[in-house]
């Protein structure tokens, strides 16, 4: 039997809490999950910081990759049959399902900021590189490894089957919702992925929605607002990514300027340097990460000792909600008063806006900005999700974005000029304080 | 801090007005492509290069008073206008921001449909591959569009001469 459609002797399951079961019979899954590539997401979370917030968030990539991988599983079976839908193409979504992931590092959005990296840009490397993951997938058939990388890069022919992975409402989604709802306990992100399922229907080009389903899509929606302004935005999260973002800022600084490191930073040498190789890549981890910023403490650099510390220890910085347009001249001299104090606006004073994360809201992605939800009606006809729902046109249409501006409330206690301390929290306080 | 809010409002304050969400979309990521220092991440969608980071950057600036956004009702869609208010003008006097002079390009950019746009943008996200190779693959991700060989053929007269201008 062909490499490709070799079974299990036994179907394998993993326990999940939001699945209650993955269950795996094809042997390319298997070799896949075995693989150390896919077991490295065990050492990566999910959401990063967010477990600063939500002490339950400490689920892993490799959770959530294979519960996307058992959403795809689940709407293959679904779609036996069906006009439209090629089984032939069934391993080819199965395998871009589990590994679309595969290059997340860790704390991605930071890294990915400061040090101008692309996880997708890993996610192909490992995929068409010199590893065991890319052996596994040229043993399916010669250029199968490629068609894996379109299609999670979404640079496939075949549009069908790139919106099962990566759409507006798609298996990744469909997942990370779930599990994320799950394990930072909080009562958003539910919905009946059940009945998504049964009314999703594969046209030529799309996944669509049969219009009876739309009011499991309406609820899908509302999870995924919630979902973003109580656990993606949370402005306790964004705290701690801004001082994980402004570590790497000076850690990466110092190196420029030949500071003296107390232990050589190897793991990051690279990242400094901007020249990551796939290998010292895939050596980063989370674990690393934190051995270095537990170390770092002892710097004699009082900037990255403190903001290790504050990391490690979750002395996090305060807020206040800023308006760029009514407070600018409230920040350019928020910046004076910092440097008259003595503490360093570029690491201490931080606008950070919601355009700074890495999620989305549901758009209906007129003049063709980005493929919507669309429902197919009793006719035959698609239709846009929020022409057809009053609810999801109600959300589309509200001031989805903020400011905050991020600064060590403990700092201004300790500035010794009275007068400097009083401008700064008359402007950031309104005289509240 | 507030850096890339900066860069995009200078974009507008040299187009003066966008008419068109994905065409603006694609003005950006070609201009990007060409070293222009915008700093949204671009991913590869169904109407070709696009960015979320954009389109929330451009939801913000709108918000804060700063860009205005028109929607105008068409026959059976919506079409969207984007020009810098004098809120964002007073703040760009404000702000300094290192943008290189990309006006010309803007304008000739500008000029052309979303449509157009949308192949020059595809072949530029497939620029490393070869000229035959990049054709294939705008045929093969777009079928649908039913791009010509003269369409092609000015898509690349227009890169060669963006190529001139911005480098």
């Not at chain 1, 070799?31 to 065990?42: G, K, N, S, V």
């Not at chain 1, 002892?298 to 909600?321: A, G, H, P, Q």
């Not at chain 2, 956004?69 to 809120?87: A, G, I, P, R, W």
Request: charged letters at 30%; aromatic letters at 12%; one cysteine or more.
């Amino acid at each position: 039997m062909a490499y490709k459609d070799e079974q299990l002797n036994e179907e394998k399951v993993f326990k999940d809490p939001v699945h209650r079961y993955v269950h795996v019979r094809d042997r390319v899954i298997w070799d896949l999950i075995a693989t150390p590539e896919f077991q490295r997401l065990r050492r990566i979370k999910q959401l990063g910081t967010t477990n600063i917030t939500f002490h339950g968030a400490e689920h892993s990539r490799f959770n959530h990759s294979l519960g996307v991988y058992e959403i795809v599983r689940r709407i293959i079976d679904n779609f036996q049959g069906r006009a439209h839908w090629n089984n032939d193409q069934r391993l080819l979504c199965m395998c871009a399902a589990l590994l679309h992931d595969l290059g997340h590092g860790p704390f991605s959005h930071s890294f990915e900021k400061v040090f101008k990296l692309d996880h997708e840009y890993y996610t192909q490397a490992i995929i068409l590189g010199d590893t065991v993951v890319h052996q596994i997938l040229e043993r399916v058939t010669p250029g199968f490894a490629q068609e894996v990388a379109d299609v999670i890069a979404k640079t496939h022919s075949n549009k069908l089957v790139v919106s099962l992975i990566s759409s507006q409402i798609d298996a990744d989604r469909m997942d990370y919702l779930q599990r994320d709802a799950y394990f930072t306990g909080v009562s958003y992100g539910h919905f009946d992925m059940e009945r998504i399922l049964r009314v999703m229907r594969p046209i030529e080009d799309q996944v669509v929605i049969k219009s009876s389903g739309m009011h499991a899509v309406e609820d899908y929606i509302m999870s995924r607002y919630q979902m973003y302004w109580q656990v993606y935005f949370h402005p306790v999260t964004r705290s701690a990514e801004v001082i994980l973002t402004k570590i790497l800022h000076r850690a990466k600084h110092l190196y420029e300027m030949d500071y003296n490191f107390k232990l050589q930073p190897t793991h990051f040498l690279s990242f400094f340097l901007g020249k990551v190789s796939l290998d010292e890549y895939l050596k980063l981890d989370e674990s690393i990460v934190h051995y270095y910023f537990q170390l770092w403490q002892e710097e004699d650099d009082k900037v990255l000792s403190d903001l290790c510390e504050r990391f490690m220890n979750r002395r996090l910085f305060k807020y206040v909600e800023f308006n760029p347009n009514k407070q600018i001249n409230d920040l350019m001299r928020l910046i004076q008063l910092f440097k008259q104090a003595g503490i360093d606006p570029e690491y201490y004073l931080v606008v950070d806006s919601s355009s700074d994360l890495p999620y989305d809201f549901y758009r209906p992605g007129e003049e063709e900005e980005r493929l919507p939800i669309h429902l197919l009606m009793p006719n035959g006809a698609l239709k846009e999700l929020s022409r057809h729902s009053d609810i999801v046109e109600s959300i589309s249409g509200k001031k989805r974005t903020d400011h905050k501006l991020y600064f060590p409330k403990d700092f201004l206690y300790a500035i010794e000029d009275e007068k400097i301390i009083q401008e700064i929290t008359e402007i950031l306080y309104r005289k509240e304080l | 801090m507030l850096e890339n809010h900066a860069k995009l409002m200078r974009f507008f304050s040299e187009a003066k007005q966008v008419t068109g969400r994905k065409k603006l979309q694609k003005m950006v990521y070609i201009l990007q492509s060409f070293g222009i220092p915008f700093e949204e991440k671009f991913q590869f969608h169904f109407y070709g290069p696009y960015s979320e980071e954009l389109t929330l950057r451009i939801e913000e600036l709108c918000n804060l008073g700063f860009i205005n956004e028109e929607k105008e009702v068409k026959s059976n869609y919506f079409q969207y206008h984007y020009s810098l208010t004098n809120d964002g003008t007073q703040f760009l006097n404000q702000f300094s921001v290192h943008m290189p002079n990309c006006s010309g390009s803007i304008e000739l950019l500008q000029g052309k449909s979303s449509r157009f746009l949308e192949l020059v943008s595809t072949m530029l996200y497939f620029k490393d591959l070869s000229k035959d190779e990049v054709e294939a693959k705008v045929h093969d991700v777009k079928p649908k569009q039913k791009y010509s060989e003269e369409e092609l053929v000015e898509a690349w007269k227009l890169i060669d001469e963006l190529a001139l201008k911005l480098h």
